[in-house]
Each structure stands twice: as C-alpha cells, then as structure tokens.
C-alpha cells in the first residue's frame, strides 16, 4: 500500500500516464467522480483518459468533458492499450473488479498502482492506495475530501469540478433527502457552490430532461406493473423486454422508477426487475434497517448498500419474479416489525 504522503508526490511531481474507470452502467456519482478528478489530474499536467465500461444516462450527457469519456465496449483495443501503459489508475465509486464487467480482466493483469476512491461494502484487494469509506454519501464527497483536505488543493477546484462533485453527490443522496445525507454533505455541498457549482442548473439538467415517452413509460409501469404486497410491507415492478421496446426505453429512463415503489406509505421493500436483452436486472431499495443489499449478495449475484442495492440473474423473469416471492417470506418478521 502507498502512503498519501507517496502518492502526493507521483501526482505533484512530473506528468503521468492515468487511466480513470468506474462501474459498469456508471450513474451520476460514477461518472461525476470520474470527471471531476479528469479535470483536476489534467490541469496537474497530466496524460489522462477516462475509460468507462459501457454508456450511461443521457440525462448526464452535458456534464463537462463527458464527450472525451471512452465507452470500452466501442474502443477495446484502444482502451486496452491506454489501461497496459497507465502508470496510475484511478478506480471511482466501485471496489470489485467485476463491476467494471468486460475490463474486469486487463484491469486484473495491469502494473499501474491502483488508486481506490469508493463507499460500497467489502472491498476487493486489488488497490494500491485506498480511500474508502462506507459512511460517505457518495464517492464524489470521496473525490473532494482527496482533494481538499488529502492532496490540500482546495484551490485546484475549478467551476466545472465542483459542478461534476455536487453532481455526484445530489444523485447519490436523492437530491440530499436520503438518510447519508449529513450535516457536513451540507457543508460541503455549500463549499461546491461557492466554488462554482450552479445548483438549481445541474438540478434542471438532471430532473427535468426526461423525454416525452420517459414519461410516459412511468405512466404504464405506475398503472400496469406495479404489484403491491401489503403482507410484506413490499412494492415491486416487473418490467419485460416488450415494454422496454414499446416506449423505446434507453439507459437511464428506468433511473428512478423503483423509488415510486418505495413512495408508497408502510412500504419497506421496493423492489424493480428489468428484463435487458442478455439478463435480469435487479434493484431493491429499502428504508431504516433493512438490508436489501443482503438479499443481492445472497440471491442475485451483486450487492450495494443497506438502502440501496442492485444485482442480476441469468433466468427468464418470470423464475427471476418468482425467487424474488419466494425469499420475502425469509424476511417477513423484518419487513413487518
Ligand atoms: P441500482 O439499483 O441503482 O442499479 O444500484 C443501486 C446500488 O446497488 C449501486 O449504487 C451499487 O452499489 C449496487 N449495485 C447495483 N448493481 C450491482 C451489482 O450487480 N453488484 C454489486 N455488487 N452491487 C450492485
Ligand atoms: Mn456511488
């Protein structure tokens, strides 16, 4: 492991080779984390690529320097080719390889000191340096507290850093509503305005850019597909690949839409299935106590946070619907206490 002591000097001495990467399907934490420290490695002087492992959101896609992000799945061997010469790599808001998908393997292999900036739970041990912590709101708190107070360079945040950071952390937070949402993610959050970040603007690009059949693609799951379970306090959509193609759903319309699930009052358990073209995608969101990242780890291949978690299977989602049922009875005592 580096110290920050040694790292403070490979990044304040002479110009690097760096790669950033974050998770597969990279939301606003990911991808404003990733951005932010591009912006801020680059004007350090460095050589710095940001390569992620698939697209992201559109509702993201005027968050600054996004445009240079490259997609690995369209850029293979160029991305292979920038991550076997990197010197560093910066690996933002994940802590298992596998969540990288595809670039899980020369990620493996590389010699470039790996650099973990994260909050999830059980971290792998494939970093060279790590600033971890599962109290963190968002990985984006992460980027500046590294920055201000870990490298001492409040001064390096620039307008379009702190707009990429406050980004992370509005989406991370559910608009700060959520309970991570502390008194110093105030604290900091005002420190990002005053740096530059134009809230009520990111706000408007984030939540007000839905497309017309977003809309109402949320209309139809809200009446067609919501199934309400009152004897397990749990709400839950199935959504098929039919209903995916009829409102010409792209990545990150669906964003959001387990968290009408959870608005429903008494419900402790909301749960939303995605049949994407190749698996089922899974995200479970919880309130107080109730771990639904243990029902991903045990039953559907991922994991996440206590509140928030997400995972996968490889059947139809009828089987997919009806293992999620069959576990709820394992959890009925917590989910109705
Ligand atoms: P979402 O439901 O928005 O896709 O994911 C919510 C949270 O669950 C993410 O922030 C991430 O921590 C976690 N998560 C989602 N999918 C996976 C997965 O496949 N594996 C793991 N380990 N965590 C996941
Ligand atoms: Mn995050």
New binding site residues.
């Given amino acids: 492991m580096l110290t920050i002591t040694t790292l403070k000097q490979i990044i304040l001495a002479e110009p690097k080779k760096i790669v950033i990467t974050t998770h597969y399907?990279p939301?606003g934490d990911a991808l404003g984390s990733s951005l932010a420290m591009l912006l801020w490695l680059r004007a350090k002087g460095h050589e710095v690529s940001l390569i992620v492992p698939s697209d992201y959101p559109a509702f993201l896609s005027w968050m600054p320097l996004q445009e240079e992000a490259i997609i690995y799945t369209e850029n293979k061997e160029r991305s292979d080719n920038l991550i076997a010469v990197a010197d560093l790599i910066f690996c933002l808001d994940f802590n298992?390889l596998a969540?990288t998908n595809e670039m899980q393997g020369v990620l493996a292999q590389t010699t470039g000191l790996k650099i973990m900036i994260d909050h999830?739970l059980e971290p792998e041990n494939f970093d060279d340096f790590r600033h971890w912590n599962t109290n963190a709101a968002a990985t984006a708190l992460l980027v500046y507290d590294f920055i201000v107070n870990l490298i001492d360079d409040r001064a390096g945040i620039t307008p379009a850093i702190a707009t990429c950071i406050y980004t992370g952390i509005m989406t991370d937070t559910g608009s700060f509503r959520f309970q991570s949402t502390t008194a110093e993610v105030h604290l900091v959050v005002a420190d990002l305005i005053t740096l530059g970040a134009k809230n009520a603007e990111i706000h408007e690009h984030i939540y007000n850019s839905a497309s017309e059949n977003k809309l109402k693609f949320l209309g139809f799951c809200l009446l067609n597909r919501l199934v309400v379970l009152h004897e397990y306090n749990t709400a839950y959509f199935a959504i098929t690949k039919e209903d995916l193609t009829r409102f010409n759903i792209i990545t990150g319309d669906t964003e959001g839409l387990?968290n009408y699930a959870l608005s429903i009052s008494g419900i402790r358990l909301a749960a939303l299935l995605i049949d994407r073209t190749t698996q089922i995608k899974l995200?479970?969101r919880s309130t107080g106590n109730f771990p639904a990242n243990e029902i991903?780890?045990k039953y559907f291949?991922?994991?996440?946070?206590r509140n928030?978690?997400?995972?996968?299977a490889d059947l139809p989602l009828e089987e997919v619907v009806a293992k999620f049922l069959a576990v709820l009875p394992l959890y009925k005592s917590q989910l109705t206490k």
């Fill in positions: 399907k939301d298992g969540r999830h387990v995200s479970l991903c780890s291949n991922g994991g996440g946070h928030a978690a997400g995972g996968h």
